[in-house]
């Protein structure tokens, strides 16, 4: 009896924890995005380029939320309308930011990043050096699901398309802000299963980005 007693005062207080547990632990809100500012359009078209090489130092998190925002950031609340277009309107790119700290998955609606897991999964990011001491690395996928009318073949091109839209958006805010990005190769199954991709989802390119070394 006493040994039922001690377990169900133990039950107790594990469920109590439960009950008390803050669910935004895994939730990092960004300060608001910069939408005004940088270098001119051309200006910045005129400096984009791949650059290979990083310093490890991380990017402030003003820089972060601003590299969100340019990339896939909504930019008329009004209508939830995004910095990139998306073919259909579907909105199918998710972005993934792979940090010394763990991955987490962006959520452009209330600008903020929600903890898919912990650790540093960069070497997943990429075969070569860079990808293990870029401080991000986005992660574009596609959630194809959302093409649920479109054949196969079609989805997969829109998708390409959209994640190439955003890509540029990267480039040309790295040019601006004076940062190095490179899209890279990557070796896409075992990042799928870090990240705890869902049937339909799929990982279309990975993008560095970071101080220039």
Known sequence: MKRLA??????????ARLALAD???DLEVL???RTTGGKPLLQALAERQTRREFKPDPLTPGQLSDLLWAAFGVNRPASGHRTAPSAKNAQEIELYV???????LFEPGPHRLRRIASGDLRRLTGDQDFAATAPVTLVFVADLAKFSDTPEATARMYAAFDA???SQNVYLFAASEGLATVVHELNRAPLARALHLRDGQQIILAQAVGWPR
Do not use: H, K, S
């Open 23 to 25: 669910p935004t632990d």
């Open 6 to 15: 001690l377990r169900a005062l133990v039950l107790g207080e594990c469920l």
């Open 98 to 104: 792979v940090r010394a700290d763990g991955a987490f």
């Open 31 to 33: 300060p608001a995005p």
């Open 164 to 166: 190439g839209c955003i």
